[in-house]
């Protein structure tokens, strides 16, 4: 097997594939599908085990290989792997749409839903039917001939687009650093983030200190840099990214705003939606457009009043002890750390010094173990990185569950933020169970000096977050593709495992077990955790509508926005004087950057975080009404949701795990915002 990505024997061969295997690779599992989709147009009789699992086989092929091309143009950037990537999109992006407007196909589809043996299908067999049917009305399948090419157009077009999306802010991001040669701008830094920034410029072979827009510098930049100038400096920078005022034309992605809204109305129009928002709720819990923005107005004018009160406290308080008449956008962060440590007696960065990663991973791989009385261990595989980590998951009784690749560190060529994203998923097949594997990907700051990394209480948060997404994926039982782990899962539940792991965050004993002090290796002091509790609300307000800024600026863009008439900054300047307590500059260049939206599956979709929380919160409660009975509520948790994957809806889920309906107030309570 000379070309890895055709290798699916066992683990991929991610130390192996170079961008010359992707062309013949992809070329043959397209081929190889196509012909699986030929022979299933034809197959009579239609039965599960003559239809769907060869065209399962096929495609999955297609999928799994290109999941790890698309995987290493995210985290090993390069512009052969680039170009490789971008020349093979429209091939894929052309099949699958092809795949979802098969006549042929759903006309089998409809007839295996008719016939007999469906009647004694299992809940995760008839889900899938079910899904499928919805999914070639919603691929075109109905749609005439002429306006199907189009349809496949608009697909191919916009999966291109939102690619490069991506490949602009992030090459925006790598292009920038700045230059720091006199140690007095450096007041107030952390010593880990001058000691990287020191690296940076010695393997530059240059002197002085080299700062760049990747998080692990521009976030401690913000929050601790005593140089108004040099907050002011990186934000600006930060802030016109990939738009027209960032100082290169070739990465302003202005235009591609525009083409990606004007895609998707079109997209939506030819199939009946009145917008692209109506048309990416069909396959959520949420109804209707309207049903997203009364959830978010009435959050936001539960939060609003307190986000005021947060930002009348931050000036107040930067007027009196910081000297700064005006905040702005480029001291919000500096003067809420200030804010924090005189009001609680702690700072973040005092914090960071006792979350040392190591102790990070073992505190998190024991609250799997109590929750789901799972184990995690040390195993190994080709990786993409020298810092990449690969983990097996083991059962009490000693079964595979699962494994999972752990990426945790910012570097040039990788794409900013965190994520989850499936390598293999679950599927029972003739042969046995092909168990789950997920990447695991942050961007954290790396150790120095033969030091551990230290995370901040956020970093810990994020990487707890991930975490629930990959076992949500790990600890599906369903054994068909596509109800397995997150797949045919709501959007805007898909992040109910998520946020419900990070309230593990906060309880002291987890705490205690996942720190030790970087320099002394004592975990963190009962006092200072006692703080961080009073300070966990902290300026929730301000943080509730900054999201909520985010959700309503995206649900109205794709729902009776009209770029002929308006414009997208104009539309988000009126989200923010409805809900926003702290407005950017005008030159703030947000939506050029906004890649959840535009490139990365949110778009109509951004409010998921919200509506996820509520259930996250309410999940999250039954462990506090039941205290002493963590093994056998997570039990029943990873029974009823995690386990369940797509193969039933997660409003059902839910009820199943809860005895009831979601409700609101452990969302307020958690937020400090009840009553």
Not at 217 to 229: G, I, N
Not at 238 to 263: M, P, T
């Amino acid at each position: 097997m000379t070309n890895p990505l055709l290798d699916f024997s066992s683990l991929p061969r991610f130390d192996q594939i170079r961008a010359e295997h992707i062309a013949p690779a992809i070329d043959h599992l397209l081929a190889e599908a196509e012909a699986a989709v030929a022979a299933a147009e034809a197959v009579s009789p239609v039965t599960w085990d003559s239809f769907v699992v060869p065209l399962d086989d096929a495609t999955e092929r297609l999928a799994r290989a290109w999941n790890q091309v698309t995987h290493l143009e995210a985290v090993v950037n390069t512009p052969a792997l680039r170009g490789a990537y971008n020349a093979q999109l429209p091939k894929v992006t052309r099949f699958w749409s092809a795949l979802g407007q098969n006549l042929a196909l759903y006309r089998q589809y409809r007839a295996l839903a008719d016939a007999p043996e469906a009647a004694h299908y299992d809940d995760a067999r008839r889900k899938v039917l079910e899904n499928a049917l919805r999914d070639f009305r919603l691929g075109g399948a109905e749609l005439p001939d002429a306006q199907k090419a189009r349809f496949a157009e608009v697909k191919e077009e916009l999966a291109a687009l939102s690619a490069k999306f991506s490949q602009n802010v992030l090459d925006a991001t790598d292009e920038y650093e700045f230059w720091i040669k006199d140690k007095q701008h450096l007041g107030g830094l952390p010593a880990d983030v001058v000691a990287a920034a020191r690296a940076a410029a010695k393997a530059d072979d240059e002197p002085g200190w080299k700062f760049t827009l990747q998080m692990p510098c521009y976030l401690p930049v913000q929050a601790y840099a005593e140089d108004r100038a040099l907050r002011e400096t990186l934000y600006r920078a930060n802030a016109v990214r990939a738009s027209e005022l960032g100082g290169n034309e070739a990465l302003d992605n202005s235009a591609l705003i525009d083409r990606i809204l004007a895609l998707r109305m079109e997209l939506a129009g030819m199939l009946g939606f009145d917008s692209y928002a109506a048309y990416s709720l069909a396959t959520k819990m949420a109804d209707t457009p309207d049903e997203v923005l009364r959830f978010l107005r009435d959050l936001a004018a539960r939060a609003k009043p307190h986000a005021q009160r947060d930002r009348a406290a931050l000036e107040a308080f930067a007027r009196e002890h910081l000297g700064l008449d005006t905040v702005e956008a480029w001291d919000l962060a500096y003067a809420s750390e200030k804010l924090k440590q005189a009001r609680y007696s702690f700072s973040a960065q005092e914090v960071k010094q006792y979350f040392t990663e190591p102790a990070v991973l073992k505190g998190l791989f024991g609250v799997i173990g109590d929750l789901y009385g799972l184990r995690v261990e040390q195993d190994a595989a080709p990786t993409w990185h020298p810092d990449v980590r690969f983990y097996r998951l083991m059962d009490g009784d000693g079964t595979l569950v699962g494994q999972f690749y752990l990426d945790l560190y910012a570097r040039e060529g990788k794409r900013g933020g965190a994520w989850m994203d499936d390598c293999r998923n679950r599927r029972d097949t003739a042969r046995g169970t092909q168990t789950p594997i997920v990447y695991l990907v942050c961007n954290f700051g790396k150790g120095v000096d033969g030091r551990p990394a230290t995370l901040s209480h956020n970093d810990v948060t994020t990487l707890f977050h991930e975490m629930g997404h990959g076992l949500h994926q790990l600890l599906t039982q369903v054994g068909e593709l596509g109800v397995a782990g997150i797949n045919g899962v709501e959007w805007d539940a898909v992040e109910l495992p998520s946020q419900f792991m990070e309230n593990f965050c906060w309880e002291w004993e987890r705490v205690q077990a996942m720190t030790a002090h970087v320099d002394t290796g004592e975990p963190l002091p009962r006092a200072l955790f006692d703080r961080m509790v009073a300070a966990k609300n902290f300026q929730s307000g301000m943080a509730t509508v900054r999201q909520l800024e985010f959700g309503l600026f995206d649900m109205q863009l794709h729902s009776g926005f009209d770029a002929t008439d308006d414009s997208v900054l104009a539309l988000l300047d009126r989200v923010r004087a409805e809900v926003a307590v702290n407005v950017p500059p005008d030159w703030n260049r947000f939506p050029h950057q906004f890649s959840h939206i535009f490139a990365g599956g949110y778009g109509a979709g951004y409010y998921s975080y919200k509506w996820a929380e509520v259930l996250s919160a309410d999940a999250y409660a039954a462990f506090e009404e039941a205290p002493g009975e963590v093994a056998a509520t997570g039990a029943r948790f990873r029974h009823e949701i995690l386990a369940r994957g797509g193969s039933r809806p997660a409003g059902e889920n839910f009820r199943a795990f809860r005895g009831r309906a979601p409700r609101i107030d452990a969302l307020l309570r958690h937020s400090g915002m009840a009553g």
